[in-house]
């Protein structure tokens, strides 16, 4: 059975396992999932992965969640030769480290600063903001030792797919990361050098933009954790 991706179309975890799919060429079924209807919300969608969250990969009824493994688990099981996902130990080491800190820092720091008030009645803070500087210094810093092309190799891996993404995010509200040299660089060459790659990333940021032109209303989800923003009509 050929595999299935439930995704969503601007949610960064999302395009990253697009991205890898793409470029390892394996053949899939996108399921978009639509967030604003709330179907990932559902005790049905809870059986596929109980954190209620998107992407969910489904390989013939063995259903994953974490945009993480899914990237690894496609490497691992369809193409273990790819340099995507490298078998040196200490290559796969430091892509499994940018994968985490993509997870625990980068995204974390990042879409809380740039995707949440989008979406929700969160504010945009001096903390958010520091915490987003915090990010990008630690990724310069890494990019500056390693002494790279890519975030963990002088060829693209899994990693950079989650931290482009990322960073996408800063690039839809207009955020000023030029003085971060080495991570600028580093994601004008993955534009330029992956256009087909690139375009998945954009067509998402295009959409994070008109949301953030037209703020959704989303109370209708009832979102356990997220407070909707109360929109004026
Ligand atoms: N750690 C997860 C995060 C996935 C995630 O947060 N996805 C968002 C969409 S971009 C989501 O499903 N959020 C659930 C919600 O807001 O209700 C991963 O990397 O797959």
């Known amino acids: 059975m050929v595999l299935k991706l439930y995704a969503v179309s601007d949610g960064p975890p999302s395009l990253s396992v697009r991205q890898a799919l793409a470029q390892l060429e394996i053949p899939f079924q996108l399921i978009p999932v639509d967030y604003g ?44 030769d790819s340099n995507l996902y490298p078998r040196d130990p200490k290559i796969r080491a430091i892509v499994n480290h940018r994968l985490c800190f993509n997870l625990s820092t980068y995204y974390a720091n990042i879409s809380a600063y740039t995707m949440a008030p989008i979406f929700y009645d969160y504010e945009r803070t001096e903390m958010g903001l520091k915490k987003v500087h915090m990010a990008l210094d630690v990724f310069e810093t890494y990019l500056k030792r390693l002494g790279t092309r890519y975030a963990a ?57 008109h949301f953030a032109a037209n703020p959704p209303d989303l109370t209708h989800l009832n979102h356990p954790i997220h407070p909707a923003r109360k929109i004026n009509k």
């Open 37 to 80: 209807k709330g179907e990932h919300m559902t005790e049905e969608y809870a059986l596929m992965n109980p954190q209620k969250e998107i992407p969910v990969l489904d390989d013939d009824g063995f259903f994953l969640g974490e945009s993480n493994a899914i990237l690894q688990y496609i490497c691992d099981k369809y193409k273990p």
């Open 153 to 209: 190799a002088d060829h693209l891996t899994i990693a950079d797919f989650q931290l482009v993404n990322t960073n996408m995010t800063l690039e839809a509200i207009g955020f000023d990361f030029s003085k971060y040299t080495r991570i600028q660089k580093w994601y004008n060459d993955f534009k330029q050098n992956y256009p087909k790659l690139w375009k998945i990333s954009e067509d998402a940021m295009k959409e994070i933009q």
